[in-house]
């Protein structure tokens, strides 16, 4: 299932282009019976299938020692993907960018032995939800951290410009045509007015943050021009 959404768009691309390097790892290669089991009943009883701390732990070990090879001893951040675990922000994910190499660990089935944990440097979670494995997520978690590697995304820019970046959302973009059904481009962005367009978009994504996203809003560092135009959207709003 990894095949399809990392061989797309620009993580291909940057597997071709050497930027990053993916590798896939079946579990069931590290189980030792006939049967390649890779789960097992629960102690105690109940229901559903308790993923095997063994193959689990076998796996972690032959990824290290794969990349510890002429690197000598490597520290490997271990991450598994868990609908409990620390919610991934973008902050998570630029840290996370930083590493030479990481080990994502996917769960699937209802459940995994306790003593998972403790072969993991950290859990993280992409959301509230639970999904029916810990593959998505570790794809959403790939694609978040690859866009921070140079060259991944064409322009520098558009990395840097990014909604929480800054932390605010970003303003709204537009482009041809000039006029949709009636719907109009926003004249200033027109205008050719660079200053009065910076001026906009700064204003539009304050905006947009204040209505949708106060609680970014409230962390967000915010400079004298930044107040005014709250101001200004506060005082248009009230009218
Ligand atoms: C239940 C992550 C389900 C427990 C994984 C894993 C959603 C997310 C799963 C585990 C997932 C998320 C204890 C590893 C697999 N669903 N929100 N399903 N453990 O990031």
């Not at 390097?21 to 009943?41: G, M, W």
């Not at 193959?55 to 598994?80: C, F, H, P, T």
């Not at 993280?124 to 593959?135: M, W």
Request: glycine letters at 8%.
């Amino acid at each position: 299932m990894f095949q399809g959404p990392l061989s797309e768009s620009l993580i291909k691309k940057a597997v071709e282009k050497g930027l990053l390097e993916l590798q896939v790892t079946d579990l069931r290669d590290f189980t030792s019976d006939k049967h390649k089991t890779a789960d097992d009943s629960p102690y105690g009883g109940g229901p559903g299938m308790v993923m095997k701390v063994d193959v689990i732990s076998s796996a972690i070990d032959s990824l290290k020692k794969k990349l510890e090879i002429g690197n000598s001893k490597l520290d490997i951040r271990v991450i598994l993907m868990c609908p409990t675990g620390k919610l991934l922000t973008q902050e998570k994910v630029k840290e996370l960018a930083k590493e030479k190499h990481l080990i994502l660990v996917c769960g699937h089935y209802e459940g995994i032995d306790e003593r998972v944990r403790e072969l993991v440097d950290e859990e993280i979670s992409i959301g509230d939800y639970v999904l029916t494995g810990g593959e998505l997520p570790a794809m959403v978690l790939v694609d978040a951290i690859a866009r921070h590697i140079p060259g991944v995304v064409k322009e520098e820019g558009s990395v840097m410009s990014d909604s929480f970046y800054s932390g605010l959302l970003d303003y709204p973009s537009y482009t041809k045509p000039e006029d949709f059904e009636g719907k109009k481009v926003p004249e200033v962005l027109l205008s050719g007015h660079h200053k009065e367009i910076e001026r906009w978009r700064r204003k539009e994504a304050l905006r947009l943050t204040l209505y949708r996203r106060p609680d970014l809003l409230a962390e967000a560092d915010l400079n004298d021009l930044d107040r005014a135009l709250l101001q200004e959207i506060m005082t248009e709003a009230g009218d």
